[in-house]
């Protein structure tokens, strides 16, 4: 999408147009592109955030929540990685899957489905503990900051 098509949807008044402009932005790393919607959408962040968004498990303002934030760092130089303690679903696989991170297995857990990895962001270095869980099919992980050695 590109960065009109992405603000377009975060201020419609329609709920799976919102969702799926929080994936875009969640998704991207191209700091241009997010700079563009954040230039057309933070100027109206109370209005994108009175939009109903319902939700199951979890709250889909969660989401929204998200690209807002990810759109306010967008606009600085601090590293996307800051928004992984702030979320229990950002995905070890995928962000090394994008190159964002490295990781390692420390522990698996198999009695509790739970493991334990120490990933590095690969922009900027900063180290995070990272314990993952699962349970009804959903899993959630908590990432920590590490000192960078």
Known sequence: MTPYEISSSLLENNSSRVLAGCVEVRNSNDRTILRAVAERVLPKRAQVEDIELDGGIIPNKHWLQSALTRLEISKGDTCFCAMYPHSEFYDLGKEQASHNLSTE??????????TDHISHCKNCGQCFEVHRESGWHVSWRKWSELEVP
């Open 105 to 114: 297995l420390r522990e698996r857990i198999l009695k509790t489905w739970s």
